[in-house]
């Protein structure tokens, strides 16, 4: 199984993936994570991708693709897997797709998981977490609202919300994506790989329309 997750921010994406990867034994490759490990580590391509990743702002393409492309080119490159995150771009979506035909692995699906704009933003900017070390318990002001207004139940620490949660950026990420994303869905339904699945609802019952729109 060879799987890319499409979607806006905040759509579900990386939850879902997790799950399809903890019962599906795949890997979950997300290019948030390689992008922070390369930093981490000091690698060529981490030194270039730090300040970028450091500002928030989103990585070069030509940046994200090197470090693709370095995942799956290594010997012991993921045989079963799903993608989070990228591709984000249709310049993206063409380098990973010769990426993994000079690797035999062709694509088994795009799953675009769609939920509107509004819905998007009331999700996401309803989430905090606590900052403190050891703790880092997470909350969301609807699905899962603290006992007391703002401040953490396990440790009394006033909660706090990352910048990318606040609802203008969130806005702003979506006229992003509006702008660069959504080239891929034809790129993908031309070649009958696109499966669409509501965003909106309870993460199983999401999960579960997913599994049946790639026939797993």
């Known amino acids: 199984m060879h799987l890319i997750l499409l979607g806006p921010p905040g759509s579900g994406k990386g939850t879902q993936a997790e799950l399809l990867a903890e ?5 979950h490759i ?10 981490a580590q000091g690698t060529p391509l981490g030194l270039l991708a730090k300040p970028d990743l450091e500002a928030g702002h989103l990585v070069p393409d030509e940046l994200v693709n090197a470090l693709v492309a370095e995942r799956f080119d290594r010997p012991d490159r993921p045989q079963r897997f799903v993608l989070d995150g990228y591709p984000r771009t249709l310049a993206q979506a063409r ?37 403190k070390t050891g703790c880092k318990a997470t909350y969301h002001t609807e699905k899962k ?12 620490t006033p909660l706090v919300q990352r910048q ?22 034809p790129f993908y339904q031309n070649r009958g790989l696109l499966r669409r699945v509501s965003g909106v609802g309870e993460i199983e019952e999401i999960y579960r329309n997913l599994i049946e729109a790639i026939g797993a």
């Open 23 to 27: 019962r599906h034994h795949l890997e």
């Open 30 to 39: 997300a290019t948030g994570d390689l992008l922070r490990a390369a930093v």
């Open 95 to 131: 380098h990973l797709d010769a990426v993994l035909a000079r690797n035999g692995l062709p694509l088994t699906a795009a799953v675009l998981l769609q939920g509107s704009d509004d819905e998007i933003v009331r999700r996401v900017s309803g989430r905090w977490s606590c900052p």
């Open 145 to 156: 609202p603290p006992r007391v207004d703002l401040l953490c139940d396990r440790c009394v």
């Open 164 to 185: 990318d949660d606040h609802p203008d950026t969130v806005r702003e990420r979506l006229v992003v994506y509006h702008k660069d994303t959504e080239a891929m869905i």
